[in-house]
């Protein structure tokens, strides 16, 4: 009997640990667009400037954006399994 070939796709734990980390790269680009996106706002029709709206917003992006990456980190930082369960080609420990 042969042996099976391996299977062509990677393991579902460390290709969505993968993605996470790709979405770790993109979290500041998205927070840089968050934080400048107020600047295009258009004023109001009234004489006095709106600043507490825009600081409510400013804190509340930069608030998401910890509690975002933090849960990132925590998904990230997580151990891959070791038991050999939900491994797929590439994961071993001479992947690079």
């Known amino acids: ?4 070939a391996p299977p062509l796709f990677l393991a579902r734990k460390s290709y969505r640990r993968r ?3 790709d979405a770790a790269r993109l979290l500041p680009l998205a927070g ?3 934080l400048i ?3 295009l706002w258009q004023p109001r029709l009234t004489p006095e400037p709106d600043t507490a709206f825009g600081l409510i917003y400013i ?3 930069w608030a998401l954006l910890i509690i975002a990456a933090r849960g990132l980190a925590r998904i990230i930082m997580q151990a891959p399994a ?3 369960t939900d491994e797929g080609p590439g994961d071993g420990d001479d992947a690079a």
Do not use: E, S
Not at 1 to 4: A, E, G, L, N, Y
């Open 59 to 61: 804190f509340g992006v």
């Open 82 to 84: 070791r038991d050999g």
């Open 19 to 21: 993605r996470m980390m």
């Open 1 to 4: 009997m042969t042996k099976p």
């Open 37 to 39: 996106l107020p600047i």
């Open 32 to 34: 840089i667009f968050a």
